[in-house]
């Protein structure tokens, strides 16, 4: 690691859209300074610069270059810090590629479902308890018998759902479920995830981002 | 057009007016790769489609040798990388390609729905307030333009790139919005001087001109594809 960088990530510890640019920077063992950003109450003057667009965490700041938008942050940490026989997050095989891709985009939708639990109320937190389920039991049917969907390492797909374990103890409690229940096999692997030190360090306390999620349903004045 | 010999079996599962669709079709021509080009019947899904998109059940569909590839900007990608020989579509610079990647994602994300909204709002407020963020999103792009293509014609350079064919897919929907909200300025030769430039030489790009359909044929469409959301949300 001769080459003087400079790495800086922008976050808030409960987004798992940051948790996943902070496994990724983990797994590739890239040095980095990391700056907290109260997203929900102070969005600072360093945020609105490096991300004036969306206004949102994580933002890697590399070299003094701002890269948005977590699944891109993580594809960058891939094609950049490469070699060395430091671990691949995306297949080299084109179709794979795109196999990895579609999913981690499709992943994206499963926090929105999982919103409605949480922030909503009524029929939506129904509607949104059959989506989180659906989607997460299709997620667990790609798994397979594999142990990572990444194949016998933890790959691009691993890093873009593994954030979410630490969500699960809030849908739950919120939507009355056990996801541990539906999905057995999806749960089995987000543990064998979490004996890694990269997504370990990565994910908070389930129980803290529950309270987490109290304050902010106070804050948006939904009746808990 | 190259013959396909070693390409393989390239079919695209789609219809002409969708922009997203546009975007592989502009793609496979900048590749030189023929392709079959399955068009789906309005208001109706292929087995073909529910078959190799079971997921989301939309078009476009790649499929290469019978593998199907879903997601327009996701083929795209694909097509970059299986036919690496032909001109290249995604920067070559990391950071220049996370620029790229970023910004196909907020037309996808932020930009596109207000399309949607202003063609199919059911009051006048809403459509004026997806018209506003219509500009929003404008100013922004034109703020990307400027600053991504150097004072280069595309936003990939000297020739179109990944945010070319994100955005300039959305051209023909972009004007016949344009004259549905009754001579809205989305193109401003004030506002939006740059993209105003990018959009007419996209237009006329030989990878281009002949996926993009004409602004009419889209008004023509838009009435009817409107017409069935309406229905839709009316019977929800």
New interface residues.
Partial sequence: MGKSEEVVLLNYWPSPYGMRAMIALAEKGVQYEYVSVDVVNNKTQLLLQMNP??KKVPVLI?NG?P???S???V??ID??WAGDAKPVFLPSD??Q??QA??WA??IDEIFEFGRKIWIKTGEEVEKGKKELVDSLK?MESQLGDKPYFGGEELGYVDIALVPYYSWFYTYEQFGNISIEAECPKLVDWAKRCMKKESVNKALPDPVKVHDFVVMLRKKFGVDS | MANNNNNGDVKLIGAWPSPFVMRPRIALNIKSVEYEFLQEQFGSKSDLLLKSNP?HKKIPVLL?ND?P???SN??V??ID??WSAGPSILPSD??D??VA??WA??VDE?WFPNVRGAAAASSEEAKNAAVDQLKEGMA?LEGAYVEISKGKDFFGGEKIGFIDIAFGSMLAWLRALQVMLGGVKLLDEEKTPGLCKWAAKFSADPAVKDVLPETEKIIEFAKLLVAKIKAAAASS
């Fill in positions: 667009v969306h590399h270059s890269v948005c938008e699944l891109v942050i594809q960058y094609e950049l084109p179709y590629r795109a891709r579609f985009h499709y299709l | 997921v290469h593998k590839i879903c997601e996701i083929i990608e694909y990388e299986v990391a950071h390609r996370a990647r970023f994602a907020y932020k922004l």
